[in-house]
């Protein structure tokens, strides 16, 4: 049995990363079912049963960028020498470095991504896993704001969300916008006014070199 789920698992994998790779290369409305399983070298039917649609597929992508942002919060926990205002830095240009070569893709999963800001999957394994995400974030902040860092003036649950919008919403119409410029640049310029208000010195800490927050767990998909 164990066997045989382990085997069901590494399936599913290999499907995800087809899916990945073909909706990066010609975005999501240009392949089919029968490009993923060619690509992942499985019958469409087993495509089907492991996601049950297209939009299966990309939820399933979306659930494994939240698990690798949960890394990569998990290595920003993980670094107690580093201030926190670089461990923000690194997370903005971590995020940014990864989407910036797979846009087509990750218009659907920030779509999905925004669905769940506004409650839109309720109970669902992606929301669970962005409500974790959401506590380690908070956690990173609160400690910030422990050693000083951060401003003790704004409540934590409030900053997390406000670090949350302006991410999510600099990624978002980045994503959407017909331009050349780089997402690093918009998101250090983003990154830069939220610490302008949240850090206690944010000029002295933008001295510090920003931290490697690679997850644990290695992004396993590749365009």
């Not at 079912?33 to 992508?61: C, E, P, W, Y």
């Not at 070569?101 to 409650?119: C, D, K, M, N, P």
Request: glycine share 8%; aromatic share 6%; net charge neutral.
């Amino acid at each position: 049995m164990l066997i045989r789920e382990r085997n069901r698992a590494e399936q599913r994998e290999r499907i995800l990363a087809a899916a990945f790779g073909l909706f990066s290369q010609r975005g999501f409305d240009e392949v089919r079912m029968a490009d993923v399983a060619d690509a992942a070298g499985v019958s469409r039917a087993t495509v089907f049963n492991h996601f049950g649609s297209k939009q299966g597929l990309v939820d399933g992508i979306t659930e494994q960028v939240l698990l690798y942002y949960q890394g990569m919060l998990d290595a920003a926990l993980t670094d107690t020498r580093s201030p926190t205002p670089a461990l923000l830095r690194a997370l903005g240009d971590h995020m940014a470095s990864g989407i910036e070569s797979t846009r087509r893709v990750q218009r659907g999963i920030f779509r999905e991504i925004a669905r769940l800001q506004l409650g839109f999957d309720e109970g669902g394994l992606t929301q669970r896993t962005n409500q974790e995400n959401h506590a380690r974030l908070a956690e990173l902040l609160a400690r910030g704001q422990k050693r000083g860092e951060l401003s003790p003036a704004h409540d934590v649950t409030a900053l997390a969300a406000a670090f949350e919008v302006l991410v999510n919403g600099t990624i978002t119409q980045w994503l959407f916008e017909d331009t050349a410029e780089p997402l690093s640049d918009r998101m250090r310029a983003g990154l830069e006014i939220f610490l302008a208000g949240a850090a206690t010195d944010a000029a002295k800490s933008r001295r510090h070199p920003l931290p490697d927050l690679t997850p644990a767990r290695p992004w396993s998909f590749e365009p």
